[in-house]
């Protein structure tokens, strides 16, 4: 059943766009495009009128965290939903929060520890957006156990490209609320999502870190863990060889039961939980970047992997120890700017999702084609997943592997980069796995059916065709993947 409703006086309101350059988060893709920041559901719908009478193409954009093109909309129009950053309800009894799209993870859970509640599903980032983490149904490292973030979204209203505020949720328009969790922004903006949080009983997690000599040992840990374990995350050395190839460091982290960590309690403070904006007090950690430009620029991020993981044997015989939820989960917030070390060509992140059966000889495979290219990642994230109801999934029963790649300003190096993004991708998609658009920037319009699928595919065009014929949510990936 569909209800709808249209926001008053939305025609009357001027809309004024301004001539911006948007990138990616990675800074390797983008262009320019015509910008606009909506305050209010009303701007929403003035801009959807705007664009709609030009008949130009739109794209949904949030906190600007996808690596690649997902938001990017190169001579088109951006609406940038930060402006409507509103927590409009939190319920301390149920953790349930109402959240226009523009919140951030950080705005979430500022306002839900207070409670003894947090995010039940976090990326490594907390500045992603309530609508971005939906559009793109994030995921953590927790994804074996809770999901992805879409499985804690109750509800939602969705403006279609008419201006009209559809509800849906599991019971209504569900077709339309599982195709638009994981959908990318192409049938619909969220103006307002229903958030479920989780309880959590101390401000704090017991932590592990386990050496991983190899590839197959990540593997073994993940397996072994998986049922016990409330979060897994390896960091795996993609520099090293041999016998040592897909080395890393695995981290454990266990909530704490009730009464287990009183001391804990005190952590319930937001200002407790914050990632630290300096080094033992002293070193403002927004210095840091340029160090790791130099050891991107004169090679040396072999070597820095290198004593990461021998300092991961003193970490795992101090194991366990305990830290709380934003120092666990927030590893990209510790240096500010860290991606200005790819300048000047910006990077990308290959993830690719691999079934359990074939994950260890797949990622095996990719490192061994990156290592042959001179296209080593500079940082690989190893986590385990399960599979979940949205019609646009990359999940899947088995493992991800998130690889981040430098890219070249020299054309030739750029294209050579590519083209062994897009053998690593058949690799992948010729043992059934997939891709996760927050981060992809190499896939071809060839790559979608195989990626979800014939039957899928179609019910995603046919809701398109249905909620926007005109097709006027557009980014520079929607082009890209035919879709």
């Given at each position: 059943m569909t209800t709808s409703t249209s926001p008053p006086t939305a025609d009357a309101l001027p809309v004024p766009w301004r001539d911006e350059s948007v990138m990616g988060f990675g800074m390797s893709v983008g262009g320019p495009a015509k910008v606009f920041r909506p305050q209010s559901v009303e701007e929403v719908a003035a801009a959807f009128g705007d664009v709609r009478r030009q008949g130009a193409s739109l794209a949904l954009r949030g906190a600007g965290c996808s690596y690649g093109d997902a938001s990017t909309n190169r001579n088109g129009h951006v609406l940038d939903l930060t402006g409507m950053n509103s927590i409009l309800s939190f319920d301390p009894a149920t953790g349930v929060a109402e959240c226009e799209p523009g919140v951030t993870v950080r705005d979430l859970w500022k306002r839900s520890i207070a409670h003894g509640y947090w995010p039940r599903v976090v990326s490594g980032t907390m500045q992603v957006s309530m609508g971005g983490a939906a559009a793109m149904n994030i995921?953590?490292?927790?994804?074996?156990?809770?999901?992805?973030?879409?499985?804690?979204?109750?509800?939602?209203?969705?403006?279609?490209?008419?201006?009209?505020?559809?509800?849906?949720?599991?019971?209504?328009?569900?077709?339309?609320?599982?195709?638009?969790?994981?959908?990318?922004?192409?049938?619909?903006?969220?103006?307002?999502?229903?958030?479920?949080?989780?309880?959590?009983?101390?401000?704090?997690?017991?932590?592990?870190?386990?050496?991983?000599?190899?590839?197959?040992?990540?593997f073994e840990i993940l397996e072994d863990l998986h049922g016990e374990a409330d979060y897994l995350v390896s960091w795996v050395d993609l520099h090293?060889?041999?016998?040592?190839?897909?080395?890393?460091?695995?981290?454990?982290?266990?909530?704490?039961?009730?009464?287990?960590?009183?001391?804990?309690?005190?952590?319930?403070?937001?200002?407790?939980?914050?990632?630290?904006?300096?080094?033992l007090g002293l070193v403002p950690k927004g210095w840091l970047w340029p160090g790791m430009w130099c050891a991107v620029k004169f090679g040396q991020v072999g070597l820095v992997n290198?004593?990461?993981?021998?300092?991961?044997?003193?970490?795992?015989?101090?194991?366990p120890y305990l830290q709380t939820h934003g120092a666990f989960h927030f590893l990209l917030d510790y240096v500010p700017r860290w991606q200005w070390m790819t300048k000047p060509g910006g990077l990308i992140q290959f993830q690719p999702f691999v079934p359990k059966a074939e994950g260890p000889q797949v990622l095996r495979r990719l490192i061994e084609i990156c290592q042959r290219d001179g296209h080593?990642?500079?940082?690989?994230?190893?986590?385990?997943?399960?599979?979940?109801?949205?019609?646009?999934?990359?999940?899947?029963?088995?493992?991800?592997?998130?690889?981040?790649?430098?890219?070249?300003?020299?054309?030739?190096?750029?294209?050579?980069?590519?083209r062994t993004c897009r053998e690593m991708a058949d690799v992948v998609l010729d043992a059934g796995g997939r891709f996760y658009y927050a981060k992809d920037a190499v896939l071809m319009e060839s790559s979608f059916s195989r990626l979800h699928g014939g039957d899928a595919v179609a019910q995603f065009r046919a809701l398109k065709q249905r909620w926007d014929p005109e097709g006027m949510f557009q980014t520079d990936l929607s082009r890209r993947m035919g879709v």
């Open positions: 995921h953590g490292k927790n994804n074996y156990r809770l999901g992805a973030f879409g499985e804690g979204v109750r509800s939602f209203e969705l403006m279609t490209p008419k201006g009209e505020l559809v509800r849906c949720s599991r019971e209504q328009n569900a077709d339309l609320f599982h195709a638009a969790i994981g959908g990318f922004g192409m049938l619909g903006c969220f103006t307002k999502l229903e958030i479920e949080t989780k309880r959590v009983h101390s401000g704090r997690l017991r932590v592990w870190g386990i050496v991983a000599k190899d590839l197959d040992h990540n090293a060889t041999g016998a040592s190839l897909g080395r890393g460091l695995m981290h454990r982290a266990d909530q704490m039961k009730p009464g287990e960590d009183p001391d804990g309690l005190r952590f319930y403070d937001p200002a407790l939980q914050d990632v630290p904006s300096t080094i290198w004593l990461k993981f021998q300092a991961g044997f003193r970490e795992e015989r101090q194991s080593v990642p500079y940082l690989g994230v190893l986590k385990k997943h399960k599979p979940d109801p949205f019609l646009m999934t990359h999940a899947l029963d088995g493992y991800s592997m998130a690889m981040d790649i430098c890219v070249s300003k020299n054309t030739s190096k750029r294209d050579s980069l590519w």
